[in-house]
């Protein structure tokens, strides 16, 4: 079955300090892995997805297929940054993507 | 700009009241989604649809159903709302893969 993973509900850090939120995920194909945001009052969004291999706001995440693994990562975090975020899988079943997410961890970034 | 549009920000229902919540997007995406987002559980899927009135049940689809009968539109329905089913609903849709979601509706049944 396909599952997403994400072990802490909580990671709280100092300004400047580097980041890290774990996700792990079970699927048997080859799958599409994301990372989506939610700033406080604001919806649920798209913050990078795995095949873009980009940087975002200083976020950069790579997919470790041995350790079925998408840790998200920032070398500096900024007050910013702290939010909801939510690593989020999808898997093409018959011609249509399932998408189904983590429970997510909240990111505090302390001054 | 993809929209999402949730028809309500807050609904407050009582215990075996039907109760539908309604979502629009102008972007004329094939696959529509609808979560539930309950804080330690993060966003489990109820329902999702990938054509018009084609339906498929998400991980934990009982107590609700669906609708779509527009491409632009996916309703999701409570048939007899129970305190249990208090919780933020989102909906998505999705392009290639990206989900767009709406600003959710806070439901709270009492």
């Known amino acids: 079955a396909q599952r997403v993973t994400q072990p802490e509900k909580l990671l709280s850090v100092f300004k400047g300090a580097p980041v890290e939120l774990k996700c792990n995920y079970s699927y048997s194909g080859s799958p599409e892995l994301f990372w989506y945001v939610q700033y406080s009052r604001q919806r649920l969004q798209l913050l990078l997805r795995?095949?873009s291999r980009e940087s975002i706001k200083g976020f950069t995440a790579d997919l470790n297929k041995g350790e079925t693994s998408f840790h998200l990562k920032k070398p500096f975090a900024q007050e910013e940054d702290s939010a909801m975020y939510y690593c989020a899988l999808s898997s093409p079943s018959g011609g249509y993507n399932k998408l189904i997410f983590g429970a997510g961890t909240r990111l505090a970034v302390h001054p | 700009d993809v929209k999402v549009t949730q028809s309500s920000r807050y609904l407050v229902k009582r215990t075996g009241e039907k109760v539908f919540l309604e979502c629009v997007q102008d972007m004329d995406h094939e696959n529509m989604f609808w979560y539930r987002q309950d804080p330690g559980l993060g966003l489990r899927l109820i329902y999702f649809?990938?054509?018009?009135?084609?339906?498929e049940k998400g991980d934990i689809p009982e107590g609700y159903s669906v609708s779509r009968e527009k491409k632009e539109r996916f309703s999701l329905i409570l048939e007899s709302a129970s305190t249990n089913q208090t919780s933020m609903y989102l909906c998505?849709?999705?392009?290639?893969?990206?989900?767009?979601f709406g600003q959710g509706t806070r439901l709270t049944v009492v």
């Open positions: 649809s990938y054509d018009v009135k084609m339906k």
């Open positions: 795995h095949i």
């Open positions: 998505a849709s999705t392009r290639q893969a990206e989900a767009f």
